[in-house]
């Protein structure tokens, strides 16, 4: 059974940094194509960034040259690294995996809550 | 970046057809994907490549792409249908995906 489980969010202060972390099991990270997707409280779905199986790697302009998507092959996680936070990426993270590659998110984790606030 | 956009609410009645929309520049041309997202709760994936519908998802759930809108069909709604709908394509232009702005689906 595929899952993946997210932690490392909490509250961080303006300008701040945290690692968000994506535990997979029932399936090889590395193979996949996978992603973070985030939502802000109230607002809707924002795609953040993504790691093909190649190992390319894109992110949404919104968070270019602060955020750095990566993977751990022996430990099969998922991770991105935050630093420079603002306000406005609040939200909650979710890593996701595509059903079958570019056929869309197929499997989500719970999301973990990324708070920045003085 | 590429824009899509859906309306913020839909209304139906339950046991008819509630049908969401998705606009974008030449949208037929992009695989579609939709979501179904209920609060507190991870989105859902019902609909991708315009119209295949994952294992486990009830053949309620349709979808349609051509010209500038896709469409998400919902055929004898029922009450856990009430939800937020999410479309969502890959712009190869950037090698971003993007998801559209969302629509809360009400059941009468």
């Known amino acids: 059974e595929v899952q993946l489980v997210e932690s490392g969010g909490g509250l961080v202060q303006p300008g701040g940094s945290l690692r968000l972390s994506c535990a997979a099991s029932?399936?090889?990270?590395?193979?996949?194509?996978m992603s973070w997707v985030r939502q802000a409280p109230g607002k809707g779905l924002e795609w953040v960034s993504i790691?093909?199986?190649?190992?390319?790697?894109y992110y949404a302009d919104s968070v270019k040259g602060r955020f750095t998507i990566s993977r751990d092959n022996s430990k099969n996680t998922l991770y991105l690294q935050m630093n420079s936070l603002r306000a406005e990426d609040t939200a909650v993270y979710y890593c996701?995996?595509?059903?079958?590659?570019?056929?869309?998110?197929?499997?989500w984790g719970q999301g973990t809550l990324v708070t920045v606030s003085s | 970046s590429y824009v899509l956009t859906q309306p913020p609410s839909v209304s139906v009645a339950p046991g008819k057809t509630a049908r969401i929309t998705c606009g974008g520049n030449?949208?037929?041309?992009?695989?579609v994907h939709w979501y179904q997202q209920k609060p507190g709760q991870a989105p859902v994936l019902v609909v991708y490549?315009?119209?295949d519908r994952p294992s486990g998802i009830p053949e309620r759930f349709s979808g349609s792409n051509s010209g500038n809108t896709a469409t998400l069909t919902i055929s004898r709604v029922e009450a856990g249908d009430e939800a937020d709908y999410y479309c969502?394509?890959?712009?190869?232009?950037?090698?971003?995906?993007?998801f559209g702005t969302g629509t809360k689906v009400t059941v009468l």
């Open positions: 030449n949208i037929g041309y992009k695989s």
């Open positions: 969502q394509v890959w712009d190869s232009s950037s090698d971003h995906r993007v």
């Open positions: 790691i093909y199986s190649g190992g390319s790697t």
């Open positions: 029932g399936f090889t990270v590395s193979s996949n194509y």
């Open positions: 490549d315009d119209s």
């Open positions: 996701a995996r595509d059903w079958t590659p570019g056929s869309g998110y197929g499997y």
